[in-house]
C-alpha cells in the first residue's frame, strides 16, 4: 500500500466504481484455464510452453537482477 502522502493507491477507479476485487472463484478459472492450456500444449502441440515460459522469466530475473 502507497502511503497517504502519495494520493493512496494509483489503482484508482472513476468517482461512484469501485475496483471489483479478485474472488476464489474467478482465481480458480484461471488456474483451470492455465492448466488446461499446459496440458494441451504437453499433448497435441508441443510447443514446449512451460519451457519458454521458465527461460523467459529467467531472462527477466537476470534483467532485474542487473537494476539491483
Known amino acids: 500500500m502507497s502511503p497517504?502522502?502519495?494520493?493512496?493507491?494509483c489503482n484508482k477507479e472513476p468517482a461512484g466504481r469501485?475496483?471489483?476485487?479478485?474472488?476464489?472463484r474467478i482465481a480458480?478459472?484461471?488456474?483451470?484455464m492455465?492448466?488446461?492450456?499446459?496440458l494441451a500444449d504437453h499433448?497435441?502441440?508441443h510447443l514446449d510452453?512451460?519451457?519458454?515460459?521458465g527461460r523467459r522469466l529467467a531472462a527477466l530475473v537476470e534483467y532485474l537482477a542487473f537494476w539491483r
Open 4 to 9: 497517504a502522502r502519495w494520493g493512496g493507491s
Open 43 to 45: 499433448l497435441w502441440l
Open 28 to 32: 480458480f478459472a484461471l488456474a483451470a
Open 34 to 38: 492455465i492448466a488446461a492450456l499446459l
Open 18 to 24: 469501485g475496483a471489483r476485487p479478485m474472488t476464489n
Open 49 to 53: 510452453l512451460a519451457l519458454q515460459a
